[in-house]
T-cell receptor, first 114, second 109 residues
Framework: NAGVTQTPKFQVLKTGQSMTLQCAQD?????MSWYRQDPGMGLRLIHY???????DQGEVPNGYNVSRSTTEDFPLRLLSAAPSQTSVYFC?????????????FGAGSRLTVL | GQNIDQPTEMTATEGAIVQINCTYQ??????LFWYQQHAGEAPTFLSY??LDGLEEKGRFSSFLSRSKGYSYLLLKELQMKDSASYLC??????????WGAGTKLIIKP
């Protein structure tokens, strides 16, 4: 099993460009989520999904879109990149969204917006 | 508001014991997680506490006091590979995780 696979690992964008961060998991997890991690701050939830066809906003959703057409895939789209979106992004999944459900994280995507 | 506090950085000696504290304030509470994150890597799960008391797992133990909104992670027989950031996260009433900023642990020989 590959676990959670994120691509790309590194990306440099210019302000205003759009891009998609890909996330796929092969563990048949119902719950998937996207976080950003910035220095000196805790992980912040961007969007999450409790199953195919269902998505919801997290703490910092502005400037990002998601979709969940299959159980396996949960792409994150940056609509018009801004320097404030420079960050490390993690996709994470778990069997469900409640209880002692341990998150499995992807390796991360480091995004720089110039 | 919801908040997690943990020290920014700690230093310890190889072979010693270190305790990393975490205090939390959440709307409702459904458990507390500890994750380890090596530099440049993804967080990985260490422990989960939902009831008061100590959970031991090899060299690592985690303690929870719900009445005090307090947890700690205890690392024994420190090894150089334990140099990492340790993330505390509490689950609120909606089962959303509230994350601390992490404690960077530096192990010296």
């Amino acid at each position: 099993n590959a676990g959670v696979t994120q691509t790309p690992k590194f990306q440099v964008l210019k302000t205003g460009q759009s891009m998609t961060l890909q996330c796929a998991q092969d563990m048949n997890h119902e719950y998937m989520s996207w976080y950003r991690q910035d220095p000196g701050m805790g992980l912040r939830l961007i969007h999450y999904s409790v199953g195919a066809g269902i998505t919801d906003q997290g703490e910092v959703p502005n400037g990002y879109n998601v979709s969940r057409s299959t159980t396996e895939d949960f792409p994150l789209r940056l609509l018009s990149a801004a320097p404030s979106q420079t960050s490390v992004y993690f996709c994470a999944s778990s069997q469900a969204s409640s209880g002692a459900n341990v998150l499995t994280f992807g390796a991360g995507s480091r995004l720089t917006v110039l | 508001g919801q908040n997690i506090d943990q020290p920014t950085e700690m230093t310890a000696t190889e072979g010693a014991i270190v305790q990393i504290n975490c205090t939390y304030q959440t709307s409702g509470f459904n458990g507390l997680f500890w994750y380890q994150q090596h530099a440049g890597e993804a967080p990985t799960f260490l422990s989960y506490n939902v009831l008061d008391g100590l959970e031991e797992k090899g060299r690592f133990s985690s303690f929870l006091s719900r009445s005090k909104g307090y947890s700690y992670l205890l690392l024994k027989e420190l090894q150089m590979k334990d140099s990492a950031s340790y993330l505390c996260a509490a689950t609120d009433s909606n089962y959303q995780l509230i994350w601390g900023a992490g404690t960077k642990l530096i192990i010296k020989p």
